[in-house]
């Protein structure tokens, strides 16, 4: 199931345990973000909003906020002894998506833990047992 929503004037595709890279939002590290703008909804029963699908939300949980590379903006007027030097860096926040919720319902106040992965099992190269 995905969904595609719309924050900070940008939509996103989005599934559950994605992690994306939006504009700065409200709150602390490891609280629950709601997005309530969802545009439309994939899965088994698609459905497209006109604008926005009723009842949908998005909620993530809030890893981390960063800032991007700087931005530098340097203006010069030739023969006039004139520069402007302005850096500029964006903020964002990092959000890892817990899960796409249809008709109405409300997201859980905390977020659910990640699943455990399995470590892969190195197994030895076939070309060094070859040359013994």
């Known amino acids: 199931m995905f969904a595609v929503i719309k924050t ?3 939509q996103y595709r989005v ?6 890279r939006v504009d700065r939002v ?8 709601q997005f309530g ?3 439309a909804v994939g899965g088994d029963k698609p459905q497209v909003g006109a604008p926005l699908v009723s009842g949908a939300t998005v909620a993530g949980e809030l890893i981390e906020h ?3 590379d700087k931005v ?28 796409i919720l249809t008709e109405g319902k409300k997201p859980s106040d905390k977020a659910p833990p990640r699943p455990k992965r ?15």
């Open 66 to 68: 960063s800032r991007g």
């Open 26 to 33: 409200e709150g602390e590290p490891g609280s629950v973000v």
């Open 37 to 39: 703008e969802v545009l």
């Open 15 to 20: 599934a559950a345990e994605d992690v994306i």
């Open 8 to 10: 900070g004037g940008k």
């Open 72 to 99: 530098i903006a340097f203006k010069k007027r030739r023969r006039k002894n004139s520069r402007r030097k302005r850096g500029y860096r964006h903020e964002f926040s990092v959000i890892r998506i817990t899960e």
């Open 118 to 132: 399995e470590k892969k099992v190195a197994a030895a190269p076939a070309s060094a047992e070859a040359n013994k």
